[in-house]
């Protein structure tokens, strides 16, 4: 028999009833990119005895003021809601992640235990992720109940990597938002995988996510596991009719489930029909369903009706059941539904209606639609993820130990000679072709670096030239000075135009921690770039730049070559201070 734990109950009623106290500086548009930057923010912070939530939404956080907000955090255990969705605006993606780590490791100092954590509307992508991780397999999200990721780019990456930390410590989530995100068949069944194992979900939104019935499956899978799910919203995913047949056979499972959302998700009416024999056969108890814009007959529409007003108290349960956007038949077609759903049906904006009372355009119950067996071929045999942020974040890594010089004749003309000098070495990094540039390399490479007006384009071949030449330093003393004074110029030139984080990417390009956008494998030998990085980083970066370069290096560190991986491991200054 089971024991009633008086001091539990008794601890769980005085957090209910306490007033709740916090930090909320909600759309006050700060761009916060200092420490001082942040003093308004940390004051408050430091002054609320009780800080249960803290609330930056519609702000911008750069790492050092994310730092310093990290800072003050380690004094409040008791911060319980961390609501930070909209909070990094305009900031460069390889900004986001330390800061959100810097975050993170102020919570875990504190020993925090989060219920909410919101970051929606942040683009960060795949490597906000990696800034997430230790915070979500540590003991702050040991309770966790509400994760909000809605509109973050993740992708098919992302998800895989969300349902990586998850998984170790898999938390009792109520409630898990990861609406706009790319998902696809691959991050849904990924995810899928950490919702079984946590059987505790209430509310489940995913929609616009292109997910397939193939993931739907995985899902509806899951659910199964969830039975005190209430709330699923899957809109504008394609479920079709595969689809609703798994969601059908998780039904009997989800005796609490109150409110779906399968708006335009091309059931047709073979899947409607699927749902509507389910609905009344575990007699669902809905209270809320949206099926809007599924291209579903007049007939199934009926059926569907039918199933979910079959019992008595339908009229007083029922508060909203939309059609919208279905062929619902003649006038007196739909005013039949109207009279059966009452003022819960939402029956308008049709498209299309039928002449005859008895027409039944079911024309998909045998067979699916060509479109949608079209659409699923191709979903199942491309199974990789193509998006943007997946892109910027997968490795594509070409430790280059060779290099051969090919005979070019030199133009021996003035200054063509020197642009065709540094053109031929950055072409082909190789210590021959750097001798050819003289006695000081550094100050010809510049010379034929600042001629050039654009900035991006600036920074680009400042990166380039200089770790072309730093991946000659193990073997050339003079390359290794070169180096370190092209790393000064690199970054003197991005302060000068404020470019700062620009450069940052850049650099996360060339050293392999994010994938470059260019085909092309590197031209440079990264061992020695990192050597001579290792040489550079405590006196000439920025703190910024340097917790960035920390951060990535720390993460992708165990999936990097062998040789590149003893190397970096010889140079600790590149991991931490």
């Not at 003093?39 to 609330?55: E, F, G, Q, R």
């Not at 370190?484 to 390009?509: C, D, G, M, V, Y």
Request: negative net charge.
């Amino acid at each position: 028999m089971s024991t009633f734990d008086l001091k539990s109950f008794s601890s769980a009623l005085n957090e209910t009833n306490k007033v709740q106290s916090g930090v909320d500086f909600t759309g006050k548009s700060l761009k916060l990119d200092t420490e001082k930057d942040a003093k308004d923010i940390v004051a408050a912070i430091s002054a609320c005895p009780d800080l249960y939530y803290l609330t930056l939404t519609g702000n911008t956080l750069g790492v050092a003021a994310a730092e310093a907000i990290a800072k003050a955090l380690e004094s409040h255990p008791e911060l319980k809601v961390a609501r930070w969705s909209d909070m990094f605006t305009g900031r460069m993606k390889t900004e986001i992640p330390p800061a959100l780590k810097a975050l993170g490791d102020g919570m875990i100092a504190a020993g925090a235990r989060l219920k909410v954590l919101d970051l929606s509307d942040n683009a960060f992508g795949p490597i906000g992720v990696e800034g997430l991780a230790k915070l979500l397999q540590s003991e702050v999200c040991s309770e966790l109940e509400e994760l909000r990721l809605n509109n973050n780019g993740l992708g098919i990456t992302g998800a895989r990597l969300l349902a990586k930390a998850l998984s170790s410590r898999p938390p009792k989530l109520r409630v898990f938002i990861a609406g706009r995100n790319r998902l696809e068949n691959d991050g849904a069944t990924a995810l899928a995988q950490v919702f079984e194992k946590m059987g505790s979900l209430e509310e489940v939104a995913m929609p616009q996510n292109g997910i397939y019935h193939v993931g739907i499956s995985a899902l509806s899978e899951a659910f199964k596991q969830n039975p005190q799910l209430s709330c699923l919203n899957l809109n504008d995913n394609t479920i079709g009719p595969k689809g609703a047949e798994a969601v059908a056979e998780a039904l009997p499972r989800l005796k609490n489930l109150k409110a779906i959302n399968f708006g335009d998700c091309l059931l047709k009416s073979k899947g409607a029909r699927t749902l509507a024999k389910a609905f009344k056969d575990n007699s669902t108890l809905l209270e809320c369903l949206d099926l809007s814009h599924n291209e579903i007959g007049r007939a199934a529409c009926k059926e569907l009706v039918d199933a979910i007003t079959v019992l008595p108290d339908s009229g007083e349960r029922l508060s909203r059941v939309v059609l919208a956007g279905n062929s619902l038949g003649n006038a007196a077609s739909k005013k039949g539904m109207k009279a059966q759903l009452g003022a819960a049906g939402e029956l308008t904006d049709d498209e299309g209606e039928s002449g005859d009372e008895d027409d039944d355009d079911d024309d998909d119950e045998g067979t699916e639609s060509d479109d949608e067996s079209d659409a699923e071929s191709q979903d199942e045999e491309n199974t990789e993820d193509s998006a943007t942020e997946d892109a910027q974040h997968s490795i594509n890594i070409s430790v280059n130990t060779t290099a051969t010089s090919n005979n070019i004749t030199l133009d021996t003309s003035g200054m063509e000679e020197v642009r065709s000098d540094v053109e031929r070495f950055l072409k082909e990094p190789t210590l021959e072709n750097l001798e050819r540039l003289g006695s000081n390399p550094s100050d010809v490479i510049e010379a034929h670096i600042e001629s050039i007006q654009d900035t991006d384009e600036l920074l680009t071949q400042y990166v380039n030239a200089t770790l072309s030449v730093a991946g000659l330093s193990l073997n050339s003393d003079k390359a290794g000075d070169a180096a370190q004074q092209l790393f000064a110029r690199t970054i003197a030139a991005a302060n000068k135009r404020a470019a700062s984080w620009p450069l940052t990417e850049r650099l996360l390009r060339g050293l392999a921690l994010i994938k470059s956008e260019e085909k092309a494998p590197l031209r440079w030998h990264l061992p020695g770039c990192y050597a001579s990085l290792a040489r550079a980083l405590p006196q000439q970066f920025p703190a910024a730049l340097r917790s960035t370069l920390r951060f990535f290096i720390g993460a992708k560190l165990a999936n990097l070559p062998t040789e590149l991986r003893e190397s970096l491991q010889q140079h600790p200054v590149l991991l931490h201070e």
